[in-house]
């Protein structure tokens, strides 16, 4: 886990695998730690990738319709839920 720090870049499959979902309108179950080193399960509909200052994220919506915002290398895994 990098908080903080340095961004990691992820591997390009990974991120065709987000773009993927996003043109799918895909359900993901994704499992990452935030910056405070906690640990995060939920469902997340992912809506969009940005890139800023060098850092990528995955922007998405929980089934609350909140928005989020992941730094992508604390995600650990991401997972379509059929």
Not at 24 to 31: D, Y
Not at 44 to 54: A, H, I, V
Request: proline residues 4%; hydrophobic residues 35%.
């Amino acid at each position: 886990m990098n908080d903080r720090g340095d961004y990691i870049p992820i591997s390009c499959a990974s991120y065709s695998d987000y773009e993927v979902a996003i043109l799918h309108r895909q359900t993901l179950r994704v499992r990452w730690r935030g910056p405070d080193g906690g640990e995060h399960i939920a469902r997340l509909r992912p809506m969009d990738l940005q890139t800023k200052s060098g850092e990528e994220f995955l922007i998405a919506e929980d089934a609350h319709g909140e928005s989020l915002r992941l730094r992508l290398d604390w995600i650990q895994s991401a997972e379509a839920i059929t």
